[in-house]
């Protein structure tokens, strides 16, 4: 499982979490459980895709530092919220399943050619546009990381290329990224709430970190 999340980590730039959650949920973990324990196993996943993607100069930085601090902050709010929402993690599986639906959906449509700046646009507006869709892209995906132990690409991806108009692969590889950072707040939060179960977090780790760069080198060689 923990390979197998690894190489959807690396591949489109999200936790992997639709694979090890349900996979955990099926090994006997409980679905309040499942929720914090994918987190810890998001940020080495992340790290070892970052590496492989940054060799190739596809991360957008400057979009990492206007998406990663209001995604920080949101997921220690997501992560509390999932404390405290009735349901013993059950409604949180239907909201997760329903948000990757979302995602599919819009990645299925087509890819939705990235444009430059338009010269006529003050560049000062611009930047400052850009600074504040990537704040709330960044919140969004954040707080669905926390609430949900997912990474947030599921949410950044699309929204990267559809909002910010990223090309597809600078899509993917800024997300896993900011997947990392979210990741951390997130995986604290929960374990102080008692919401890991590090049996199978690290047991999810050892796979995750060879998977990664497996699932980075798929996405590059592909069109």
């Given at each position: 499982?923990?390979?197998?999340?690894?190489?959807?980590?690396?591949?489109?730039?999200?936790?992997?979490?639709?694979?090890?959650?349900?996979?955990?949920r099926?090994?006997?973990?409980?679905?309040?459980?499942?929720?914090?324990?994918?987190?810890?196993?998001?940020?080495?996943?992340?790290?070892?895709?970052?590496?492989?993607?940054r060799?190739s100069?596809?991360?957008?930085?400057?979009?990492?530092l206007?998406?990663?601090?209001?995604?920080?902050?949101?997921?220690?709010?997501?992560?509390?919220?999932a404390?405290?929402?009735?349901?013993?993690?059950?409604?949180?599986?239907?909201?997760?399943?329903?948000?990757?639906?979302?995602s599919?959906?819009?990645l299925?449509?087509?890819?939705?050619?990235?444009?430059?700046?338009?010269?006529?646009?003050?560049?000062?507006?611009?930047?400052?546009n850009?600074?504040?869709?990537?704040?709330?892209?960044g919140?969004?995906?954040?707080?669905?990381?926390?609430?949900l132990?997912?990474?947030?690409?599921?949410?950044?991806?699309?929204m990267?290329?559809?909002?910010?108009?990223?090309?597809?692969?600078t899509?993917?590889?800024?997300?896993?990224?900011?997947?990392?950072?979210?990741?951390?707040?997130?995986?604290?939060?929960?374990?102080?709430?008692?919401?890991?179960?590090?049996?199978?977090?690290?047991?999810?780790?050892?796979?995750?970190?060879?998977g990664?760069p497996?699932?980075?080198?798929?996405?590059?060689?592909?069109?």
């Amino acid at each position: 499982a923990g390979v197998a999340t690894g190489v959807m980590s690396g591949s489109f730039g999200v936790g992997g979490a639709v694979i090890s959650t349900p996979a955990i949920r099926a090994l006997g973990c409980s679905a309040a459980i499942a929720v914090g324990t994918t987190l810890p196993s998001i940020l080495p996943g992340a790290i070892m895709g970052s590496l492989k993607y940054r060799t190739s100069q596809l991360v957008r930085w400057r979009t990492v530092l206007y998406t990663v601090p209001a995604g920080i902050v949101a997921a220690v709010i997501g992560a509390r919220l999932a404390d405290v929402l009735p349901g013993d993690g059950h409604p949180l599986m239907i909201l997760t399943a329903m948000m990757l639906f979302w995602s599919s959906w819009n990645l299925i449509r087509g890819e939705k050619s990235a444009t430059e700046t338009d010269s006529s646009i003050d560049a000062g507006a611009e930047v400052i546009n850009q600074r504040s869709k990537s704040a709330v892209i960044g919140a969004m995906a954040g707080g669905l990381s926390g609430l949900l132990g997912v990474g947030g690409g599921i949410v950044m991806v699309p929204m990267f290329r559809d909002v910010l108009k990223v090309p597809m692969k600078t899509a993917i590889a800024t997300s896993l990224v900011c997947v990392g950072f979210f990741a951390v707040p997130g995986t604290i939060t929960h374990t102080i709430q008692g919401g890991v179960d590090w049996r199978y977090a690290l047991l999810l780790t050892l796979g995750v970190i060879p998977g990664a760069p497996i699932g980075a080198r798929i996405a590059l060689s592909l069109r």
